[in-house]
Nanobody, 114 residues
């Protein structure tokens, strides 16, 4: 399983970005897809996850602002981020969980600053 994240960049507070994660390879039997982030000096933390059945879960800090979604036809997972705050600044990583193995994509940097 290979994952390719994109869509990061510099945005002003209150702005929006949409991250994409293109998934390829042995994508059958993937149980869930997720977005995590890691700020400088901090541990990697869960942002949002969506299961194969469509169940979603979000970190409290992003609820109501971020939305995770999947496009099965494009084998792509998205993270729509609205009302961005400076504390959302981090490297964002996507992952996929399959057969007790977690696959990670490379990170994409999101910087929220005026």
């Amino acid at each position: 399983v290979q994952l390719q994240a994109s869509g990061g960049g510099l945005v002003q507070p209150g702005g929006s970005l949409r991250l994409s994660c293109a998934v390829s390879g042995s994508i059958s039997s993937i149980r869930s897809w997720g977005w995590y982030r890691q700020a400088p000096g901090e541990e990697r933390e869960l942002v949002a996850v969506v299961t194969n059945g469509g169940i979603t879960n979000y970190a409290d800090s992003v609820k109501g602002r971020f939305t995770i979604s999947r496009d099965n036809a494009k084998n792509t997972v998205y993270l729509q981020m609205n009302s961005l705050k400076p504390e959302d600044t981090a490297i964002y990583y996507c992952n996929a969980y399959r057969f007790a193995t977690i696959y990670w994509g490379q990170g994409t940097l999101v910087t929220v600053s005026s």
